[in-house]
C-alpha cells in the first residue's frame, strides 16, 4: 500500500444555502464519486484536497502542503470560471462562477507546479489550467459562436456526445491513436478563447474549432481535457481515453522517484517553472 501513488483531487465548494437538507448554513467541500474512481482504476489512491481558505479556516496548513506530500493533482469539473480571472465582466449573472474556487485551485496548480509534480484537468480544470496561466474564456459557446455543435446538453449531461479530432503530432494524439472511436462526452457552455502561452493545442471539436485538449509546451506535465473521461464507458461507444490516466500516473511515478535520494543521500532539486 506504500508504494501506491496518492493522488489530489481538488474539492468542489458548495457555499451555504438556505433550504438545503444537509447543513444549509455551513460551506460543504466534495468531490465527485466517478472522479475518484477513475483515479482507483489506475491503481492510485485518491485524496480530496480541502480548501485551506474561508471563514472557519486556522492553522498554516496550505496548498503548497498538499504538494508536497502528494505525487500529482487532478482538477475535476464544476462551476464556472470567474471572468474577472481574464479581465471581464460576467455577460449575465448566472455566469458569475466561483472565484473563490479558482482562487484555491489556481494556488494548488501553482504549488504542483513549482513542485514539479504532474497536473491533470478535466473540462472545468482544462478552464482553470488555461486561465491560471494567462489564456481567456467564452463565457458562452452558444452565444459568443456560430457553431451547430452542442457542447452542453443538460437533461441528458454527461450522454450528450460529438467527435474530437486529435492535433498531428501531439502527445495525446500518439496516447490515443489505437483508439477506434474519436467520439466524446461533452458537459460545458465555456471554452478556450485565448490559449494560454506556454501551451499547445492537441484536439478540437472538428466541425467549429472548440479547443478540447491542451498541454504545457515545458518539461512540466500540465495537460487537460474538455471531456469527462470518468463518465466514458466502453458500451457507448466513446473514445478510450484509458492511457491518458496511465500516462499521468507514471509523470507521478517519474516525479516521485526523481525525488527519491540518491547515492549521497541527497535530493533531486524540485523542477522549476517554465
Not at 505525487?71 to 470567474?82: K, N, P, R, Y
Request: proline letters at 8%; a negative charge; glycine letters at 8%.
Amino acid at each position: 500500500m506504500s508504494d501506491r501513488l496518492k493522488i489530489g483531487i481538488s474539492a468542489c465548494l458548495l457555499p451555504p444555502t438556505p433550504g438545503r437538507s444537509a447543513a444549509p448554513a455551513k460551506t460543504l467541500q466534495f468531490i465527485e464519486q466517478s472522479t475518484a474512481h477513475w483515479v482507483m482504476s489506475g491503481g492510485a489512491v485518491p485524496v480530496m484536497i480541502p480548501s485551506p481558505y474561508g471563514d472557519t479556516a486556522r492553522g498554516e496548513i496550505g496548498c503548497n502542503d498538499y504538494a508536497q506530500w502528494l505525487d500529482g493533482l487532478v482538477l475535476h469539473g464544476g462551476a464556472d470560471v470567474w471572468p474577472g480571472n481574464y479581465g471581464e465582466e460576467p455577460l449575465k449573472p448566472e455566469w458569475i462562477g466561483d472565484a473563490a474556487r479558482d482562487a484555491y485551485e489556481i494556488e494548488l496548480m501553482r504549488a504542483f507546479f513549482v513542485a514539479g509534480k504532474p497536473v491533470f484537468g478535466i473540462c472545468r480544470g482544462l478552464q482553470v489550467i488555461n486561465v491560471g496561466f494567462g489564456g481567456t474564456l467564452y463565457q458562452d459557446i452558444a452565444t459568443q459562436l456560430d457553431t451547430p455543435v452542442r457542447h452542453q446538453d443538460r437533461p441528458v449531461y454527461e450522454h450528450n456526445f460529438h467527435q474530437v479530432e486529435m492535433v498531428s503530432g501531439t502527445r495525446l494524439e500518439t496516447l490515443l491513436s489505437a483508439s477506434s472511436s474519436r467520439t466524446i462526452n461533452s458537459i460545458h457552455h465555456q471554452a478556450i478563447r485565448a490559449l494560454a502561452p506556454d501551451f499547445e493545442v492537441e484536439a478540437r471539436s472538428p466541425t467549429d474549432g472548440v479547443i478540447e485538449a491542451i498541454r504545457h509546451c515545458g518539461p512540466a506535465y500540465v495537460a487537460a481535457v474538455q471531456w469527462h473521461p470518468e463518465f466514458h464507458r466502453p458500451e457507448q461507444n466513446v473514445l478510450d481515453d484509458t492511457p491518458l490516466l496511465a500516462d499521468f500516473l507514471q509523470a507521478a511515478r517519474v516525479a516521485r522517484q526523481s525525488r527519491q535520494p540518491g547515492p549521497t543521500g541527497s535530493q533531486s532539486p524540485s523542477q522549476d517553472p517554465a
